[in-house]
């Protein structure tokens, strides 16, 4: 059983049987979030998609509360393991795959800048594709639309997109991405944390059921996804 948690904004909590991972941990200043990096004394895998603030906040914190291990592109880790001191890092890079203890991970291109907080590079910005207990789960991560996702992501289970528009793509190329990638359900993400990253939610499910063959599932923050046998393909 895997379950996934929108922690709010691009952050989420993957649970797979024993195993907690977190991905882009943003919580002490995300004016929508309610979990505090202290609720992740647990964890076991961080994974970082780019360097931008709104991604990178509280995950050197959480990793050195739990000892989780930071998995991210080449530059990042290394920025974790020396300006942060964390001992236990996993670089990659666009196209790569690391088999850990709960699945494959893969890390996926994504159409984004990375710069980090003080200014260093964070090499280019990615997405990652999770396969675990049979399932495969795409986390687009802060993109625009590229046609590649089709390749990366075709027929994946689930697929978190991002929809708030101004830094990723928003409801209408959602939608493109949608068509072209072909989940069963999608999350979206990255959208009302702030005012200018508010939209129409409720217009995005509904364009979600008309132009796609997806399910959309709107989580609040704090709520889950199962997938279990019922996503079976
Ligand atoms: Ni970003
Ligand atoms: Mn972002």
């Known amino acids: 059983m895997t379950s996934i948690t929108w922690l709010g904004h691009g952050s989420w909590l993957i649970e797979c049987d024993n195993h907690r991972i977190l991905l882009d941990p943003f919580l002490s200043d995300n004016p929508s979030a309610t979990a505090k990096p202290d609720d992740f004394f647990d964890c076991h895998h961080i994974l970082i998609s780019h360097g931008h603030f709104d991604h990178v906040a509280d995950a050197a914190q959480i990793a050195k509360n739990s000892n989780a291990t930071v998995i991210a592109i080449h530059e990042i880790a ?3 393991a020396e300006q942060h001191q964390i001992e236990q890092t996993i670089g990659m890079n666009l196209g790569g795959q690391v088999t850990l203890p709960f699945g494959t991970l893969k890390m996926v291109p994504a159409v984004h800048s990375s710069q980090l907080p003080d200014g260093s590079s964070g090499g280019v910005a990615a997405g990652f594709v999770l396969t675990t207990g049979g399932r495969r789960i795409y986390f687009a991560c802060d993109t625009a639309y590229f046609g590649d996702m089709a390749h990366y992501a ?3 289970d689930l697929a ?15 939608i493109a991405a949608i068509q072209t990638i072909q989940p069963t359900q999608v999350l979206p993400a990255h959208y009302n944390t702030w005012p200018p990253i508010t939209v129409d939610v409720e217009m ?3 364009k979600v059921r008309e132009e796609t063959e997806a ?3 709107v989580l609040p923050v704090g709520g889950s996804v199962q997938l279990d046998s019922t996503l079976a393909k």
């Not at 978190?160 to 959602?174: A, H, N, Q, R």
Request: glycine content about 14%.
């Open 78 to 80: 290394q920025w974790f």
């Open 160 to 174: 978190v997109l991002p929809i708030g528009d101004l830094f990723t793509m928003g409801i209408e190329e959602s």
């Open 215 to 217: 399910e959309p599932i």
């Open 204 to 206: 995005w499910t509904k």
């Open 154 to 156: 075709g027929g994946v």
